[in-house]
């Protein structure tokens, strides 16, 4: 199984692409310190109540040292949410490592999954970016896609090792765990700064399994 890469149809016109490619850990670790103060930014006042000062304040840089590694706000946008779903595709393969079976595997993932979305500030930013979806059409990935094509697979590979209930449809399980996931982070998000997060998602995790469990 695998996370499928992020596609967009192209980019928005000129200046939205990403910075200069960089070859020094220290300006690699300079973005990831822009990403970083935007993707918090991002995440606590939204698109439009986020400016390229206010991330270059945050960082302790001037807007001119942000602009080399990002051009525009857009191309600032576009490297956090691209962040935010590259993420998957590394805890999948840790979670893979452990050799658990195919159900397991499903399980600890989105357990994994749910503490990153409490914890990890890049992935809270993406999460409101998807939301507003503040760019034209195609141009930031389409949201959702990517997790229910891999939990498809996952279920999928559960159905063959007969670990999923008979008469599940992986596909209709693999819709009902994204929007459930989806619903649970996002009310999470909005009540309680997703600091109940974990516990709600085992709330519906242990329901949804209980269904999807052979
Ligand atoms: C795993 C549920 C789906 C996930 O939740 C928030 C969000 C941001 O758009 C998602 C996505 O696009 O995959």
Known sequence: ASFPAPEHKGSAGPGVGRGPELQQER?????????DA?????????YAGTSVKNV????GMTKGAVYFHYPTKEALTIAVVEAH???WPVLLEAVQAKGLGPMDTLVELLDQTATTFRDD??????????MEQPLPEGVLPEPYVGWISLLEQLLT?????????AGVSPSAAAHTLVSTFFGTQHIAARLNHRSDLTKRWVEAR????????A
């Open 121 to 130: 500030v890049v992935v809270q930013g993406g999460a409101r970016l998807q």
């Open 206 to 213: 242990d329901l949804l399994f209980y269904a999807l469990r």
């Open 56 to 59: 270059a304040d945050h960082v």
């Open 38 to 46: 935007a993707a918090e930014l991002f995440d606590r006042n939204g």
């Open 27 to 35: 300006a690699v670790q300079t973005r990831l310190q822009i990403l």
């Open 157 to 165: 590979e559960a159905e063959e090792a007969g670990e999923l209930r």
């Open 85 to 87: 779903y590259n993420r």
